[in-house]
């Protein structure tokens, strides 16, 4: 353990670098697959929230990176790359077209990055747990990054549903109506 600048006690500093840098691999994963859907849905309702989207996945991004400084984590470029490279080999996948993009990579794209946007936030409200304690923890970033993503989800939630609703019929405010999110 290390003591933090309030007196108490940092445990598992390791566990919480793999921790962190695994979020910030996600957040690199997340920021490749956003570029990408953005180009997919230009001059579309969909491109200008992709691109506020887009511009807070890079601040989050550069917030876990800041708190992993604060806290003397370093950042593990590895991860970085290979959550990179396999961003690019996920655009392969089979996804019932060989030559074409098929209306279903469009779902599962939205899906993806709404699921990922929980798990993100789930991360900044870990960190913002260590910030009740250690005041290297930059907690009022954090309350805003967990706000942000509560935001994030929403309009995720909605956008996925109307693709939805795009790619296999039906209305999209009929799901929404019967959903918690």
Known sequence: MTE??????????????????????????????????????????????????????????????????????????????????????????????????????????FEFIATAVLAKRAGFETLRAIGEYDRRVDARLLDRLIDQADHQHEWLAEARRQVAADVFGGRAQAASDAADT
């Open 4 to 109: 933090s600048s309030t007196g108490g006690a940092l445990h598992n500093p390791d566990l919480l670098g793999v921790y962190c840098n695994d979020h910030l691999a996600a957040a690199t994963g997340g920021i490749e697959l956003v570029g990408r859907m953005l180009s997919r849905w230009r001059g579309s309702p969909f491109e200008q929230p992709l691109e506020q989207l887009l511009d807070e996945l890079r601040e989050e991004r550069s917030g876990v990176r800041s708190t992993m400084a604060s806290l003397g984590l370093p950042v593990r470029q590895y991860k970085q790359l290979a959550t990179w490279v396999g961003e690019k080999f996920s655009r392969a996948k089979l996804n019932g077209r060989v030559l074409s993009r098929s209306p279903l990579s469009d779902l599962i794209e």
